[in-house]
C-alpha cells in the first residue's frame, strides 16, 4: 500500500502544521498563510506546546491532541526534534509526513545520525509515507494546496515536477509564473530519506490530471524501483530528465579501463535511455521540450523541413539543427513541384523553403502544408519576421487551421515583439509550440526526436540468437566461487580468460613461464610467432609499464625480450611482484578491430556492460556505450551501431566487413556471464579482436568484489532490472497428453504472439480483453511482449508443432500494482486448444508463481457467458460475484493459504 499511502500527501483533508510560529517571515508562517489564504479546502490544525493561538487559529501542543486525525503532519521544527515527532505522528495514525526541517544528512556525519533516527522511527509504522527531509514541501494547485514556504502558487497544468532542490524550485515557480505554465504537482522531496523520484512516477503516473514528468536528479538512491517506475510509465506519459553534477571525478580509483570508461555520467546517461527517458542537459531548455512534448505530436525521426519569409532565420535554424545531429531533409520531386507551382519563381527552392518577405497569411500555411505531405518530412518549423507586408496574427491563424489536417508535429517562431503577441496566443491555443528564437526550437525538437527515437529503439522487436553453453552455469559458478575467486583480488590473466572461454568467448591461451628456457620451449610448441606479456598479479595495464611484447618470431627473440621485459617492468614497478611471464599465440589482426568490452559494478546502478573502441587508447577517445544486462540482439546491435568506428566494423573503403553477428552474440554471452556472477566487479576484455571471420579476446582482466565471497549476494541484487526469469520455464501434459513448455514471454515472441491472437475468434478476445481489441501492430504487440518481470509475468503455453516448428497456443499474464501486493490476472486460449484443460494449467502455474512472489491477492474479471474460466476459478477456490452489468468479479486472498 506504499504508493496508494502517498494519498495521504496529496489529497490531504486535514494538514497539520507541526512547529509552526507566529513569526510571518518564518517557514511556518509562510506555509500556514499559504494553505489558509490559498484558498485550501480542507481543515489546518496548527501544532506548538508553547502558542494559545497562531495569527488568531487556535493552536494544539501535540498531534495526539488533535480533535481529528490529520492525513498529512508537516515538521518544521529543529532537526534535534524530528524523530520523536514522527514517532509521535506514527502513533497518533498519520500516514503522511513533510518534514522541512533541514539539518540531516546534508550537513555531515551527526546530521547523518540524525537521519538514520528518523528511519528508525518510520520503519516502526509501515503505512507511514516521509517527503523529506530538508525540502521544500509541495504544491497541488488543482486543490489549491501550497504546503510549501513557496511564495508563489504556479497555476494548474498536467505537468509533475519533481525536484531534490528545494533552492531551484522557488527559482522554477518563479520563472513559471511569468510564463503562465502550470502544473498538476509540484513537489521537492530533498532527502528523499523515504519517498523517491521512483515512487512519485509510480503515483503520478497513475494520475489522469498529469500528462508529463519532469526531473531534476542529483543523485537517484533506489535505482531499481526508480528503473521499474520509469519504464511503466514512460510510454505513456514523457518524463523529462535534468541530472546535475556531471563532471565528478569518479574514475580515479579504476582498476580497469572499463572501470575508467564508465564514467558517473555516462552510467546515468545509460540509465535514462534504457528507461525511455528523454534527457536535457541545459535546464533553460526543460520547460520548452516539455511544452513540446505535450501537444503529443511526436515525431517518427529527426528529419525536419523549414519554412521562413527571411534567408537569416533559415540559415540560423538550419545551423542549429545540423550541429546538434539532425536532418535537413531533401524535399521529394513530387513536394518540389507542388512548390514551384504554387510559389513566386524567386523562393529559394529548396529546404528552408523561403517564401519571401511578401508572403501572405495563405502562402505561408499552403507552403507548410505541402511540405508536410511529403513523406520524408517528419516535422516541420514554421519561422516568421516582422516586415512591411507581414500579417504575424493572421498567419498564426491560418496556421492553426491548416494543422488541424495533420497529425506531424508544428513548431513555430515568430521573431519580435509586441507585434507578434496576439499571433503567439493564437498559435499555443491551437496546440502549437512557439519558441522565442530558432535554437529553441531546434533544441526541443531535437531532444524530442531523441525521444521518439529512443522509444522506437527500446520496443523494437529483437531477432533471436540462440544462445547455449558448454557447461551447466550453476555447477561452473560454484566452481568459480570456490576454487578461483578467492586466489586474489585480481584475477591473472590466464584465470580470468578461462571463465570468458567457458562463457563460449573464444580467447587466445596464455601459459607462464618462469625462466627464459622455459619461455623458449612454450614458444616452439605453440609455433611462431607468439605474443609474450609480464606475468605479475600487481601490474594489471601491462602496457603501461612495457609489459607486452608482439611478433615474437625466434628463440632468440624470445630470450632477448624475455630479459628485458622483466629488468624494465621491475625498474618501472620495483614494489611489484613478478612471477616471469606469459606466452601466448601471436593472433593475425591485419584484418581485424580492436575494441574493449567489459562490466563494471557501479555503486548505484548495480553491474554495467561496455563496448567501444579499444587498445591501449581506449580511455583516450572513449568511443564508448554502455547499456545494462541483460541484453537482447537488438540492444547489443544498438550499442554497436553507436559506435563512431562502427563503419569500420561494416567495412570501410573496400575493406571486408567483420563478423558483427558474432560480436553480438560475443556480447549477449557477456550480458549472461555479468547476470549470473554479482562477485565480478569489473571485467574487460581488451582487445577484442573482431575480423572478417571470428570474435577472439587477446587479453581478459577479473575484478573480484572479495566482500561478496563471505557475504552472498541477493539472487540479481546487483542488475538493475530483473533478468529473464529462466527458473520458471516447465514442461506440462495437456489432458490428452499433449507435451506443452510454460514459459515467461519474451521481446522475440512477437511473431508467434500475434499468431495467437490471429488465431483466436472474436469471442475469445473479447472474454480476455472485454472489447474489439485491435492488436494487429507492432505498437501494440510490443506492450504485452516486452514487459518488466519485476512488475509484470505474462506465462505462454508453446507447442511445438508437426513440421517442427514452435507456436503459442495460450498465455496467462499477471500484472502488478505500484507496490505489488495485488496483481491482476488475465488468461486467453487459442480456440484449437479449448477444452484441454490448458487454462486450468496457466491459470493454477500462475497462482503458483503470484504466491512465491509474496502477492497478498489476485484478482481477475470475466463476463457470464465465460462458463469455462468461471468453472477454472471455482477449482481454484477463487470468490466469485456475478455483477449487475454482466461482469464477473473474481479474486483469490493469498495471504491466508
Same mark, same amino acid.
Given at each position: ?14 494538514? &497539520? ?11 511556518? =508562517? ?124 504556479? %497555476? ?125 542537459? *541545459? ?50 520531386? *513530387? ?21 519571401? =518577405? ?9 507552403? &507548410? ?5 511529403? %513523406? ?27 494543422? %488541424? ?31 522565442? &528564437?530558432?535554437?529553441? &526550437? ?5 531532444? $524530442? ?41 585480481? $584475477? ?11 562463457? =563460449? ?109 579499444? =587498445? ?62 554479482? *562477485? ?98 507492432? *505498437? ?118
Amino acid at each position: 500500500m506504499a504508493i496508494k499511502k502517498l494519498d495521504s500527501i496529496f489529497r490531504p483533508k486535514r494538514i &497539520a502544521l507541526v512547529g509552526v510560529s507566529n513569526n510571518p517571515d518564518s517557514v511556518g =508562517g509562510i506555509t500556514l498563510r499559504n494553505l489558509v489564504g490559498g484558498g485550501f479546502n480542507g481543515v489546518v490544525y496548527p501544532v506548538n506546546p508553547r502558542r494559545e493561538a497562531v495569527f488568531g487559529i487556535p493552536c494544539y501542543p501535540d498531534v495526539k491532541s488533535l480533535p481529528k486525525t490529520p492525513d498529512l503532519a508537516v515538521i518544521m521544527t529543529v532537526a534535534e526534534a524530528v524523530p520523536q515527532l514522527v514517532q509521535d505522528c506514527g502513533e497518533a495514525g498519520i500516514h503522511g509526513v513533510i518534514i522541512m526541517s533541514a539539518g540531516f544528512k546534508e550537513a555531515g556525519e551527526a546530521g547523518k545520525k540524525l537521519e538514520e533516527q528518523v528511519k528508525a522511527e518510520k520503519a516502526k509504522f509501515p503505512d507511514m509515507r516521509i517527503v523529506g527531509p530538508n525540502c521544500l514541501g509541495i504544491l497541488v494547485p488543482g486543490l489549491n494546496m501550497n504546503v510549501s514556504f513557496a511564495q508563489t502558487m504556479p %497555476k494548474k497544468g498536467h505537468v509533475a515536477f519533481i525536484s531534490q532542490s528545494g533552492a531551484l524550485c522557488t527559482s522554477v515557480l518563479d520563472w513559471a509564473y511569468e510564463s503562465n505554465i502550470g502544473f498538476s504537482n509540484f513537489v521537492s522531496i530533498g532527502n528523499s530519506m523515504d519517498v523517491s523520484f521512483g515512487d512519485l512516477i509510480d503515483y503520478f503516473g497513475q494520475d489522469p490530471n498529469t500528462k508529463s514528468i519532469v526531473l531534476y536528479v542529483e543523485s537517484i538512491a533506489n535505482a531499481r524501483a526508480f528503473m521499474s517506475a520509469a519504464r511503466a510509465f514512460s510510454r505513456e506519459k514523457p518524463i523529462i530528465v535534468y541530472k546535475s553534477g556531471r563532471y565528478p571525478e569518479s574514475a580515479a580509483a579504476a582498476a580497469s579501463h572499463t572501470g575508467a570508461m564508465a564514467s558517473e555520467d555516462s552510467v546515468y546517461d545509460a540509465v535514462f535511455r534504457r528507461a525511455g527517458l528523454a534527457r536535457v542537459f *541545459e535546464f533553460g531548455n526543460i520547460f520548452d521540450f516539455t511544452d513540446l512534448v505535450g501537444r503529443k505530436r511526436i515525431p517518427k525521426g529527426n528529419r525536419l523541413a523549414i519554412v521562413t519569409n527571411a534567408g537569416g532565420p533559415g540559415v540560423m535554424a538550419t545551423d542549429s539543427l545540423l550541429s546538434m545531429g539532425g536532418s535537413l531533409v531533401k524535399l521529394s520531386e *513530387e513536394t518540389m513541384q507542388k512548390l514551384n507551382d504554387y510559389l513566386p519563381s524567386f523562393w529559394s527552392h529548396g529546404n528552408p523553403v523561403d517564401v519571401l =518577405g511578401d508572403a501572405t497569411p495563405e502562402r505561408f500555411a499552403r507552403a &507548410a502544408e505541402i511540405v508536410l505531405e511529403d %513523406k520524408e518530412v517528419d516535422s516541420v518549423l514554421v519561422l516568421l519576421t516582422p516586415q512591411a507586408m507581414t500579417d504575424p496574427t493572421a498567419t498564426a491563424q491560418a496556421i492553426a487551421t491548416m494543422s %488541424k489536417n495533420t497529425t506531424k508535429s508544428i513548431m513555430t517562431s515568430w521573431l519580435g515583439g509586441a507585434a507578434m503577441h496576439e499571433g503567439i496566443h493564437i498559435l499555443n491555443q491551437n496546440g502549437i509550440s512557439n519558441y522565442p &528564437a530558432p535554437e529553441q &526550437a531546434i533544441r526541443a525538437f531535437m531532444t $524530442l526526436s531523441d525521444y521518439s527515437e529512443n522509444q522506437q529503439i527500446l520496443y523494437e522487436t529483437p531477432r533471436e540468437v540462440p544462445v547455449s553453453f558448454q557447461y551447466d552455469r550453476n555447477e561452473l559458478r560454484q566452481k568459480y566461487l570456490t576454487q578461483v575467486f578467492p586466489k586474489a583480488k585480481v $584475477l591473472n590473466e590466464d584465470d580470468s580468460k578461462m571463465l570468458v572461454n567457458d562463457y =563460449g568467448i573464444d580467447t587466445t591461451h596464455p601459459t607462464p613461464a618462469t625462466t627464459e628456457d622455459e619461455a623458449v620451449k612454450i614458444a616452439e610448441e605453440k609455433g611462431y610467432p607468439v605474443v609474450l606479456k609480464i606475468y605479475s598479479p600487481d601490474i594489471i595495464h601491462k602496457s603501461d609499464v612495457g609489459g607486452v611484447a608482439l611478433n615474437i618470431e625466434n628463440e632468440e627473440m624470445v630470450r632477448a625480450t624475455f630479459r628485458n621485459m622483466v629488468k624494465t617492468v621491475a625498474e618501472k614497478r620495483p614494489e611489484a611482484r613478478i612471477d616471469g611471464i606469459t606466452v601466448q599465440k601471436m593472433v593475425d589482426t591485419r584484418d581485424g578491430i580492436e575494441l574493449i568490452v567489459g562490466t563494471k559494478k557501479d555503486p548505484v546502478f548495480g553491474t554495467v556492460m561496455l563496448v567501444g573502441m579499444g =587498445g591501449t587508447t581506449a580511455e583516450l577517445f572513449k568511443d564508448q556505450r554502455l547499456e545494462f544486462p541483460p541484453l537482447n540482439e537488438h540492444l547489443a546491435r544498438q550499442m554497436l551501431r553507436s559506435l563512431k568506428i562502427y563503419p569500420l566494423l561494416k567495412g570501410w573503403r573496400g575493406d571486408a566487413p567483420k563478423n558483427i553477428d558474432k560480436l553480438i552474440e560475443v556480447l549477449i554471452r557477456m550480458s549472461y556471464l555479468a547476470a549470473d556472477y554479482p *562477485e565480478i566487479e569489473e571485467l574487460d576484455i581488451n582487445p577484442l579482436i573482431v575480423t572478417p571471420n571470428d570474435v577472439i579476446a587477446l587479453d581478459a582482466r577479473i575484478v573480484v568484489d572479495e566482500e561478496l565471497l563471505t557475504t552472498p549476494a541477493k539472487e540479481y541484487s546487483h542488475l538493475i532490472m530483473r533478468p529473464y526469469p529462466e527458473s520458471l520455464i516447465k514442461e506440462a501434459i495437456l489432458r490428452d497428453g499433449t507435451p506443452v513448455t510454460l514459459r515467461p514471454i519474451r521481446p522475440e515472441d512477437e511473431p508467434m504472439w500475434l499468431e495467437l491472437l490471429g488465431s483466436c475468434s472474436k469471442e475469445s478476445i473479447y472474454h480476455r480483453f472485454r472489447y474489439d481489441f485491435y492488436f494487429d501492430s507492432h *505498437e501494440v504487440a510490443s506492450q504485452f511482449c516486452f514487459i518488466d518481470y519485476d512488475r509484470e509475468i505474462a506465462i505462454v503455453a508453446e507447442h511445438e508443432k508437426e513440421n517442427g516448428k514452435n507456436e503459442l497456443i495460450g498465455v496467462g499474464r499477471l500484472i502488478a500494482d505500484p507496490d505489488v501486493e495485488i496483481m491482476e490476472y488475465a488468461v486467453l486460449i487459442t480456440d484449437k486448444w479449448q477444452k484441454k484443460e490448458l487454462g486450468f494449467t496457466l491459470t493454477s502455474y500462475c497462482l503458483e508463481i503470484a504466491k512465491s512472489r509474496g502477492i497478498k491477492k489476485l484478482a481477475a474479471e470475466t463476463t457470464r457467458d465465460n462458463k469455462p474460466m468461471i468453472s477454472v476459478f471455482r477449482k481454484l477456490n477463487f470468490k466469485i460475484r456475478f455483477n449487475e452489468d454482466t461482469t464477473v468479479t473474481v479474486n483469490k486472498d493469498l495471504e491466508q493459504e
